[in-house]
């Protein structure tokens, strides 16, 4: 845990959060800022930085995640699809240095922001 990562201190239940969703490797909650009716966050409760960083051990966390997101997606009321998106470093439009995992449905005037 990086105790200065806003992420980490979520996982750890320092900071509230409106999870959704919890086990041993993530917490999943809803986006304080969303940009769509559905917006959820997939973190990882190890501190990766990013998809950059990860190593090959990562693996089986990453692909954890992307299984998980289409029932997460469905039980938040997305009955016909969604959108993932993982922003990678300053250039990538990362601004929470913690690998993290957006979940994006609903109407879709958001699809401008992504």
């Known amino acids: 845990m990086d105790p200065n990562c806003i992420f980490c201190r979520i996982a750890a239940g320092q900071i509230p959060s409106a999870k ?3 086990d041993d490797q993530l917490i999943v909650f809803k986006d304080i800022h969303p940009k769509a009716p559905i917006h959820l966050l997939l973190v990882p409760k ?7 960083t990860a190593t090959p051990q990562h693996g089986p966390l990453v692909s954890r995640m992307l299984f998980l997101a289409p029932q997460l997606a ?3 009321g997305a009955a016909d699809g969604f959108r993932v998106v993982i922003n990678n470093g300053p ?6 240095f913690h690998l ?3 979940v994006l449905a609903g109407p879709r005037p958001w699809k401008q922001f992504f």
Not at 46 to 52: F, G, Q, R, T, W
Not at 91 to 96: A, F
């Open 20 to 22: 959704v969703y919890e």
């Open 46 to 52: 190890e501190h990766v930085e990013s998809l950059m």
């Open 91 to 96: 250039g990538g439009g990362q601004e929470v």
């Open 100 to 102: 993290h995992m957006h």
């Open 74 to 76: 469905r039980e938040q």
